[in-house]
């Protein structure tokens, strides 16, 4: 079993629409979870960082933390067709020796 | 965040021989990491560079196939050495500690 799944998708949405991505992991101690989003032959950029379980909102996006079900979500409102591009959820340790987890992507195309 | 450059952005190689990648930051940082990013796959950590001290290396990756140097706190190299096509990939220099901030990434094709 992978550390971390994610959905490859393709998911293909309609402009506007609210995008929900997710990701499950199994290692419990894992502290601190991001989502990185990566257009085409670029690299992955970082979108959304938190450590706690909850909600964290920036703009359109809002990333969710359950630990109890070992699950995280991004949700994109107000999708726009530059948001198209891929997800990447990663999670880590606090720990110096620690290194990041990230999930396979899933690819996100926002239709006109 | 730190500006990240690599050079080069692709190339395409004949398997066999062996291909340098440049890393630069605009700042000075303790660690920087390489990753290789498969099609359809993860990231996947290749190895930490701390500036004045070997290379660390992740399990499934050796010194002798990427060779790594890291002169100064803004400046790293990875070599992939004795090219496959399997080596092809896109390789990610990337720096910070909790988060990760990445290069545009190396498009490698090994025919």
């Known amino acids: 079993q992978k550390e971390v799944e994610q959905d490859p998708g393709p998911l293909s949405v309609p402009e506007g629409a609210i995008v929900s991505l997710n990701c499950t992991y199994s290692n419990s101690a894992f502290q601190y979870f991001m989502w990185y989003r990566q257009y085409s032959r670029k690299g992955p950029e970082l979108l959304m960082y938190t450590y706690s379980s909850g909600n964290k909102e920036d703009g359109r996006f809002t990333a969710q933390v359950d630990k109890s079900s070992k699950y995280i979500s991004l949700f994109i409102r107000d999708s726009q067709p530059s948001d198209s591009a891929t997800y990447l959820c990663?999670?880590?340790?606090?720990?110096?020796?620690?290194?990041?987890?990230f999930g396979s992507g899933t690819r996100l195309s926002i239709r006109p | 965040s730190a500006v990240i450059s690599q050079k080069p952005s692709r190339d395409i190689c004949q398997r066999g021989t062996s291909l340098t990648i440049q890393c630069q930051v605009d700042s000075q940082v303790t660690m920087m990491f390489w990753y290789r990013q498969q099609p359809g796959q993860s990231l996947t950590l290749i190895a930490t560079a701390n500036q004045g001290s070997e290379a660390t290396y992740e399990s499934g990756f050796v010194i002798d196939k990427f060779p790594i140097s890291r002169p100064n706190l803004t400046f790293s190299t990875l070599t992939v050495s004795n090219m496959s096509p399997e080596d092809s990939s896109i390789y990610l220099c990337s720096v910070g500690l909790e988060t990760q901030y990445f290069g545009p990434g190396t498009r490698l094709l090994v025919l």
């Open positions: 990663a999670m880590g340790l606090y720990s110096s020796a620690s290194k990041i987890i």
